[in-house]
């Protein structure tokens, strides 16, 4: 991957930023060879998720895996070590990630001086000139420490990374891995809202109010939409063709409604419940036109969990691999300036009937009980939502019954009593 200033954002001072830099894999800083070497080096890189420390760590006293000497596990009182926790992918080397630890407010400021309105997820960045990587989060998530470095965002259409990156399993629990699925044909099987978030636009509103890592509040209201999509996967890694992840985006809201800000401030509790069944049917239109034009590229990462036994203090390694999804855009962003895209928007369209309505999906409500009661399958249908349907009609069983493969990885993740995900951060 080849370093261009010229996809660096326009209002970034690029006076300070040499041309001839060179973009390295993160294992280029880890090497002590090349201390001598780092000046006019960066990464390239996107961040997946963004956490902060648990309200029990603050307060407890607990075993570390963060290391400061990565041949050596030592033990370490988190509680203060550091302030924000962002999990990035290596955009140069795909799958693997790092890690990028800030100590404070303050540097977490630094760090994202250039996005105080905008997601740090679904945003590349270049990082230039980091530190020597001495840090290891178990053996195998090297940590940038930071410093005095600070994101430099690129632009959406920067070309970045030039083809995609297929799902790769970890082989252990301590291995973080991220994927890049372009020109996707998803479906969402489940749509709902909720305002249990905060009111940045930092954290992608993909955390609750009381684990949001935003630092600047904006002017809209605490609402985001939770989609669980369903996309392909291969059936020798997963035993299933296709997988259900769930997403909570604030950026991936913006694809459906026409200007979400607006929409945010304008509705309340009582209006969202009323309209639940109209968004859910304008949300699979608008993700069907998209399957048409294009398709979506989906953004996630994945780690094998651990299982914590009632009563035992360890937790021990859990087989089950879980996708997570960071991101879900239109592969083709243009679309979204068409008038025909804008027609199919979610506007403030609440005093309106259903008969006013252009943009409701033809299908009946797929997830729907009522579609689930039919026990004849030919099992000739079992991926037909990933070709064109906007126009069938009918209420035949899309699904045949076979939701049990579909879905399987989504529930054992989401309702095993005994599966935790693993933390990645420190503790």
Request: proline share 4%; charged share 25%; hydrophobic share 30%.
């Amino acid at each position: 991957m080849k370093f261009n200033i010229n996809s660096i954002r326009q209002f970034v001072d690029r006076e300070t930023i040499d041309p001839r830099t060179k973009v390295k894999e993160i294992s280029y800083f880890t090497k002590e060879r090349h201390r001598s070497k780092l000046q006019s080096k960066a990464l390239c890189l996107t961040v997946l998720q963004v956490k902060t420390p648990s309200p029990a760590s603050r307060t407890a006293s607990k075993i570390s895996s963060f290391n400061q000497n990565k041949k050596n596990k030592i033990t370490l009182q988190p509680a203060k070590s550091y302030h924000r926790y962002f999990l990035c992918a290596d955009a140069s080397n795909p799958p693997h990630c790092f890690a990028l630890i800030t100590h404070s407010v303050a540097k977490t400021m630094m760090l994202t001086k250039h996005l105080e309105d905008e997601s740090y997820i679904g945003t590349f960045f270049y990082l230039i000139e980091p530190d020597m990587i001495t840090s290891t989060i178990g053996e195998y998530l090297q940590v940038v420490d930071y410093k005095r470095q600070n994101l430099v965002p690129l632009s959406p259409t920067a070309t970045v990374i030039s083809r995609p990156s297929p799902i790769v399993l970890p082989a252990t629990s301590e291995e973080t891995f991220y994927f890049v699925l372009e020109n996707q044909q998803i479906k969402i099987t489940k749509s709902d809202s909720t305002d249990d978030t905060c009111k940045g636009f930092s954290c992608d509103r993909q955390k609750n109010k009381a684990e949001c890592s935003c630092l600047t509040l904006t002017g809209s209201n605490a609402l985001v939409y939770q989609f669980d999509i369903e996309f392909q996967v291969d059936r020798t890694q997963f035993n299933y063709d296709t997988y259900v992840a769930s997403l909570s985006s604030f950026r991936t809201c913006t694809v459906f409604f026409h200007n979400f800000v607006d929409y945010c401030n304008a509705t309340n509790p009582k209006l969202k419940t009323s309209m639940l069944f109209r968004r859910r049917s304008q949300i699979r239109r608008i993700a069907k036109y998209i399957n048409c034009h294009g398709g979506w590229k989906l953004i996630g990462w994945c780690k094998k969990g651990l299982l914590q036994i009632d009563g035992e203090a360890e937790k021990i390694p859990n087989n089950k691999v879980a996708l997570h999804l960071s991101y879900a855009y239109p592969q083709n962003p243009e679309i979204m300036e068409t008038e025909d895209f804008s027609n199919l928007q979610i506007k403030n369209d609440f005093k309106m009937s259903l008969f006013q309505l252009k943009n409701l999906d033809s299908d009946e409500d797929e997830s729907s009980d009522s579609s689930d009661t039919s026990n004849e399958s030919n099992g000739d249908d079992e991926i037909n939502f990933f070709g064109p349907r906007l126009s069938q009609q009918g209420s035949s069983d899309d699904d045949n019954d076979d939701d049990d493969h579909r879905s399987a990885s989504s529930n054992d993740s989401r309702n095993s009593s005994l599966e935790t995900e693993a933390e990645d951060e420190p503790q």
